[in-house]
């Protein structure tokens, strides 16, 4: 039977699942596949420390850069786009095919790395960078190859979907429940990667990139957090029947891309509003295909090296058959005409207003709404609040964002406004 050298390199909370799952699933893995795969070489900075799994003898190392010689085919668990990006280099640079999370990295650097890959010749496999354990990388590249892909939702952050299914259902606040999805081990060890959108913008660009044939990076994507969700939006939205989600909203219209992450309004009905806790959700349609949901773990140990050990069977195959590249790693070649910026998208928007109760002031609002075109779905206002300031919740037809920009400046001159306008996106999914 073919054997094949895997060499891990992070020794963490993914590397020490992997190593542990080619022990426990190595039989089953060669049964499938025709191919043992050997744990050879596992790197890290601690290799005393007890990481919950037996290592064979001789295979623990501190020298990464001997590991890459050593092996068939590395994989980068480590973390980070410095050294990461040296290591993968490296091992591209020695025609050694790469498995990797690393989201922020391909996030950053993908164009690099996918052209070193392409130089040479060596395979590049990315599947747990995007939403953990579930195979939306392969969905996007193989699954759906024969699509045009005309939107992609997704929830893709597990910290940020605890902390909103948590808040909306124990009418929790924000801080208290971060600092439980800290305790837990979901969150990031910079926080902020999760909560202020940056994980989900990194796995939309993946995403989006892989979609439509050219590397966008972070930099054209709306990002926005949830640090700003109240326990009163969250409650509001409910009462509207809505949910609120951190989503990455990918869409080609006529054409023309928009990638955004945001808090966003989905009707309570739809597949993707029943994704709670840590699971991460993500919707793709095609043109052909129609839609797809694909549901699961986005994070952890084991879903995560669920997903590296199927790129490391993928890339065994293609070592067996000498069919490196079989599946190109990335589709270069544009997909799409232009990117749309922030200012020109069109969407559904939930306004919550706090206003002085007075004759007037639904009717100045509603003005300055319809003069920017902007057309009213629904309004409500809530009883029982004091009178100098009670909430206006608005939701409106599709409109402009850079009309709605204007009408909130507008709004927020208004000597009868209490607070800043909150404006939440909506999705009709
Ligand atoms: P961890 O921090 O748990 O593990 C990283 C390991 O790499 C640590 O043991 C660290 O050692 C070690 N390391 C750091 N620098 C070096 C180095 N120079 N040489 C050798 N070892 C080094 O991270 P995770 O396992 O959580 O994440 C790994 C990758 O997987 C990241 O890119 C992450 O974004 C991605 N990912 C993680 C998911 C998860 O659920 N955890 C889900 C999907 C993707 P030390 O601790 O001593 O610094
Ligand atoms: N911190 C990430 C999350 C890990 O919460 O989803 C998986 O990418």
């Not at 009717?363 to 709404?369: D, R, S």
């Not at 009309?403 to 607070?419: F, G, P, Y």
Request: net charge neutral; aromatic share 6%; hydrophobic share 45%.
């Amino acid at each position: 039977m073919k054997e094949v050298k895997v060499g891990i390199i992070g020794f963490g909370t993914v590397g020490s699942g992997v190593a542990e799952c080619l022990l426990k699933n190595g039989d089953v893995i060669a049964k499938r596949s025709g191919i043992k795969l050997v744990l050879a070489r596992i790197a890290d900075l601690d290799i005393e420390k007890d990481r919950g799994v037996k290592i064979p003898e001789n295979v623990l190392t501190k020298d990464t850069k001997q590991l890459i010689k050593d092996v068939d085919v590395v994989v980068e668990l480590i973390g980070g786009t410095t050294l990461a990006k040296d290591l993968i280099l490296e091992a591209l640079r020695l025609g050694k095919p790469v498995v990797t999370a690393n989201k922020a990295l391909l996030a950053e650097k993908g164009e690099e790395l996918f052209a070193a890959a392409e130089k040479s010749e060596a395979d590049i496999y990315y599947e747990a960078s995007v939403a953990g354990g579930i195979p939306i990388i392969k969905a996007l590249r193989e699954g759906l190859v024969g699509n045009r892909i005309e939107k992609i939702y997704g929830i893709m952050n597990g910290t940020c979907n605890y902390i909103l299914t948590r808040m909306e259902r124990e009418n929790v606040d924000f801080a208290l429940v971060l600092k439980d999805a800290q305790a837990l081990g979901y969150a990031e060890a910079e926080p902020s990667l999760d909560i202020d959108g940056w994980d989900t913008a990194h796995k939309a660009a993946i995403l989006a990139s892989l979609a439509y044939g050219e590397w966008f990076g972070v930099k054209p994507i709306h990002v926005q957090g949830i640090r700003n969700i109240s326990l009163a939006d969250l409650r509001y939205a409910d009462e509207l029947g809505y949910r609120i989600k951190l989503l990455a909203v990918i869409k080609q219209i006529d054409g023309d891309v928009q990638i955004r992450v945001h808090p966003t309004l989905i009707p309570k009905k739809a597949m993707l509003a029943g994704i709670s806790e840590v699971f991460n959700g993500v919707m793709v349609v095609g043109d052909t295909v129609g839609g797809t949901l694909f549901y699961g773990r986005g994070a952890g140990r084991q879903a995560t090296a669920s997903a590296v050990v199927a790129d490391l069977v993928d890339v065994a195959l293609n070592l067996k058959f000498g069919s490196h590249r079989r599946v190109p790693a990335f589709r270069i070649g544009p997909q799409f005409k232009n990117l749309i910026p922030m200012e020109e998208v069109e969407s559904r928007y939930y306004l919550r207003l706090q206003v002085q109760d007075k004759p007037g002031v639904v009717a100045k609002i509603a003005g300055i709404l319809g003069e920017r075109k902007i057309s009213i779905s629904s309004i409500v206002q809530k009883e029982g609040q004091s009178e100098d300031n009670v909430s206006l919740l608005i939701l409106s037809h599709l409109a402009l964002e850079k009309s709605v920009s204007s009408a909130i400046s507008e709004i927020e001159k208004m000597t009868e406004i209490r607070d800043k306008v909150k404006l939440i996106r909506i999705e009709d999914i």
